[in-house]
């Protein structure tokens, strides 16, 4: 298991950061995504506090900045974290993921999801913070009636995982109008990848995403790959996602941030690649990237997967001048391939003490 960055790579981030004055809060920054959040901030020249209970992140997945352990359902220590510093902004990955779990386990969802930013909502409130960057999700929108989807698409989403984000959404457009608390909610789509420098990247566990799940039958973890239905309208029979790299994920809450300070009034964007690749594209990739064979084991349809889930990002490039930078393929898989193999044989700078 990799290591965080030696002292020397770790005092030059801090360096930089301390020069600039722009303090962010990253609530579930030890996370996948907030992780790798946490290390384009610090290369962008921000002041970068990361706040994380740790029950799905990891300590050393946190390149730099300053780390408080701790929960949003702890009032008492979010009211002490902000009186602590400063904050200029409060970027939130904070929550759970797990689209099934979520199913079987509605109150833990709505309570960590809803409840607690609600928690982190207010606290902004009473400290006068009034910029917030959510990691939203497409799941909000449910079963889609057009491909690919805008920010006009209905929002009927189909599980608590999707509705509690929706309630969010909600709760910050009237957060806005009472408080004057601006937001930026990005709405992801399919996040993959890995940092390029294969210091980083995603560790869920268990894992339940498609391209991990193949690089660790890559890695004999597994004996082969489960396809959940091979007779979807679609031109080899199997689902269509949209892939966008965690890197591009990064960059566009960073436009978003800018965008946020800059005109002080709130939005919604799509963030995906506006292209869609199948699961068996998405093996043979990970075949091409890793030399193995991938074995394949055809199972029944799971019930409520669409056939295609596909981005219309046109806002995200009008709005905030985002283009993904990674949007091939290939590269979401060799970066989290070189993750992935960098954990095995950690990567140089993880050596250092």
């Not at 907030?34 to 029950?55: I, P, Q, R, W």
């Not at 949209?242 to 890197?247: E, G, L, P, R």
Request: aromatic share 6%.
């Amino acid at each position: 298991m990799s290591s965080p960055p030696g002292r020397k790579e770790r005092g030059s981030i801090l360096a930089a950061k301390e020069q600039t004055g722009k303090a962010v809060l990253v609530v579930g920054g030890a996370g996948y995504i907030g992780s790798h959040m946490v290390k384009a901030l610090l290369e962008g020249g921000y002041d970068t506090t990361v706040f994380d209970n740790l029950a799905a992140g990891h300590r050393d997945a946190v390149l730099g900045g300053r780390f408080v352990q701790g929960d949003l359902a702890d009032t008492a220590t979010l009211d002490a974290l902000f009186a602590a510093g400063r904050f200029d902004a409060v970027m939130n990955f904070a929550g759970s993921i797990q689209v099934g779990e979520s199913v079987q386990k509605p109150g833990l969802y709505y309570r960590n999801n809803v409840a607690n930013t609600l928690n982190l909502l207010e606290a902004m409130v009473r400290h006068g913070v009034r910029h917030l960057v959510f990691s939203s999700t497409a799941a909000i929108f449910g079963e889609p009636v057009r491909i690919p989807i805008d920010e006009e698409h209905p929002t009927h989403p189909v599980n608590p995982y999707g509705r509690g984000k929706l309630m969010v959404e909600h709760m910050l457009a009237d957060f806005d109008h009472a408080h004057g608390l601006k937001s930026a909610c990005l709405r992801y789509f399919n996040a993959a990848g890995a940092d390029p420098s294969g210091l980083i990247g995603e560790r869920h566990e268990p894992e339940t995403h498609l391209i991990p799940i193949a690089l660790e039958v890559a890695l004999g973890k597994r004996g082969h790959l489960s396809v959940y239905g091979e007779d979807y309208d679609t031109p080899d029979g199997t689902c269509i996602r949209d892939y966008i790299h965690v890197s591009d994920l990064c960059q566009a809450h960073l436009r978003a941030l800018e965008t946020l300070r800059r005109t002080d009034r709130s939005l919604a964007v799509n963030l995906g690649n506006g292209q869609g690749f199948s699961v068996r594209e998405v093996v043979d990739a990970v075949r091409a990237v890793t030399g193995h064979a991938i074995p394949l084991k055809i199972d029944a349809r799971r019930a409520g997967d669409p056939a295609r889930l596909i981005a219309d990002s046109t806002a995200a490039r009008d709005h905030l001048g985002w283009r993904p930078q990674y949007p091939g393929l290939q590269d979401i898989v060799r970066h989290a391939w070189t993750f992935h193999l960098n954990r095995a044989v950690p990567h140089p700078l993880a050596q250092a003490a």
